[in-house]
Structures are given as C-alpha cells and as structure tokens.
C-alpha cells in the first residue's frame, strides 16, 4: 500500500513538472513572437518607444496575442490597408492590480461613447455602426471584443449589402478599466498613403494608442499597441 502511493506522489510530480515546463515553453514561444512582431511594426514607423509599456510582459503567463503586422515590401498593400497592432492578453498579478503609473485618460469598457477604433475600415462592411466614431474628450482604444479572453464569445449574422456575414465577438470582462498611456493623431508610417478612413473618426483619421486594460474580478491584464 506504501509502495502503491509513493508511485502515486511519484507520478503526480511528474506530470506537475512536465505541464509547469510545457507551460514554460509555450510562454516563452509566445514571448519571442511577441518581440519580432513587435519589432517589424516599429521598423514601419517614425515613432520610438511604442512597446515600452510591454517591458513586464516576461514575468506574466499568456492567456492570448494577436498581430497584424506591416509587410517587409508595402506596395498596394497601403494602398489598400495601412495599420497595424499588437495585443496581447496575459493573467494578471498582484503587483499590477494598480492602474498604471502614468495615463492620459480613463474608461470603462462599457460605456457606450467610447472611441473605438475598428482597425476593419471597410467602407461597405460596418458590423457595428458605433465602432470609429469620435466622441469629444474621448482617447482611441482597441475594439475589445475582437480579442480572446478566453472567457467564450458570442456568435451573430449579420447581412449587409444582401450578403450574410458570421459575426463573433469574445466576451469582454464586465469591470474591464481602460487606461490611454499614450496616444496622438496623425500619420506616423514611414510610408504614406492615402487610405479609406471613416469621416466620423475627425482628426483621428489617421493616429495610433496604446495602453492596458485591467480586469480584477477575472484576474486579467490586456496590453496594446493599435495605429492606422
């Protein structure tokens, strides 16, 4: 019988070891994604610094990240489409339940007349018609719900133009604070272009934000670089 659960402790230890150095590795793949991506979007800009808010990232577990990179070679594609981002989702820790040390402005994640920037920008494909629309002594921030908390999602269609489109927007977490670190209006690409912006966006046609967003009750700290 002793034998018996020695094996068991023996084996249970094992498999803790093998998952805590899985989860290791796979942190440390995504934090070396993390770094190259990141470092191709600021080599397509004229702005310095834009990720020094990320600094704590390689002391946190990922839950989720999420890039859109520029390519090497612009051509037609910034004819088309010029922007950007990196969001990255990660559990929060004690030591970051804090609001950040500096920021230019507060939300929530759901007040209705935040400035949300789509990052889709098509001219004939608006899913939610309240998405790039700005409201005075607002600052830009991500449209949220397009990133995996891992906390479900929720799944529509829509049609538009005649054509049906399938919809999923993640949960976001109910007491989700958002914090503008920094953010400027304004193009910022080393190459120009004249793109579709919607009107509603005014002098933010063209700019980029960057911040956090924290959720206590989840445990949850969004970082993100966003500009178009």
Same mark, same amino acid.
């Given at each position: 019988? !002793?034998?018996?659960?020695?094996?068991?402790?023996?084996?249970?230890?094992?498999?803790?070891? =093998?998952?805590?150095?899985?989860?290791?590795?796979?942190?440390?793949?995504?934090?070396?994604?993390?770094?190259?991506?990141?470092?191709? %979007? /600021? !080599? &397509?800009?004229?702005?310095?610094?834009?990720?020094?808010?990320?600094? #704590?990232?390689?002391?946190?577990?990922?839950?989720?990240?999420?890039?859109?990179?520029?390519?090497?070679?612009?051509?037609?594609?910034?004819?088309?489409?010029?922007? @950007?981002?990196? %969001?990255?989702?990660? &559990?929060?820790?004690? $030591?970051?339940?804090?609001?950040?040390?500096?920021? %230019?402005?507060? #939300?929530? @994640?759901?007040?209705?007349?935040?400035?949300?920037?789509?990052?889709?920008?098509?001219?004939?494909?608006?899913?939610?018609? $309240?998405?790039?629309?700005?409201?005075?002594?607002?600052?830009?921030?991500?449209? =949220?719900?397009?990133?995996?908390?891992?906390?479900?999602?929720?799944? #529509?269609?829509?049609?538009?133009?005649?054509?049906?489109?399938?919809?999923?927007?993640?949960?976001?977490?109910?007491?989700?604070?958002?914090?503008?670190?920094? @953010?400027?209006?304004?193009?910022? +690409?080393? /190459?120009?272009?004249?793109?579709?912006?919607?009107?509603?966006?005014? /002098? +933010?046609?063209?700019?980029? $934000?960057?911040?956090?967003? %924290?959720?206590?009750?989840?445990?949850?700290?969004?970082? +993100?670089?966003?500009? +178009?």
């Amino acid at each position: 019988m !002793k034998i018996k659960m020695k094996l068991h402790v023996f084996f249970y230890l094992i498999l803790i070891f =093998l998952f805590s150095s899985c989860k290791g590795f796979n942190n440390y793949k995504l934090y070396k994604a993390i770094k190259i991506n990141n470092g191709k %979007i /600021e !080599k &397509s800009l004229i702005l310095d610094d834009v990720f020094n808010h990320f600094e #704590t990232l390689d002391e946190l577990d990922f839950i989720s990240a999420d890039f859109l990179v520029p390519p090497v070679n612009p051509s037609s594609y910034y004819v088309r489409s010029q922007r @950007a981002y990196s %969001i990255v989702i990660c &559990s929060l820790k004690d $030591s970051l339940l804090n609001a950040p040390k500096s920021f %230019i402005y507060k #939300t929530v @994640a759901s007040n209705i007349n935040n400035f949300i920037v789509s990052m889709i920008f098509k001219e004939k494909v608006v899913f939610n018609k $309240s998405h790039d629309i700005y409201y005075p002594n607002s600052y830009p921030i991500p449209d =949220l719900g397009r990133y995996d908390f891992k906390l479900g999602f929720n799944q #529509t269609d829509t049609i538009i133009g005649g054509k049906r489109y399938m919809h999923q927007r993640y949960i976001v977490p109910s007491d989700m604070e958002v914090y503008v670190q920094e @953010a400027e209006h304004g193009c910022f +690409w080393k /190459e120009e272009s004249d793109v579709y912006r919607p009107s509603s966006m005014k /002098e +933010w046609e063209h700019g980029y $934000s960057k911040g956090t967003a %924290i959720s206590k009750e989840e445990k949850l700290i969004m970082f +993100w670089f966003i500009v +178009w």
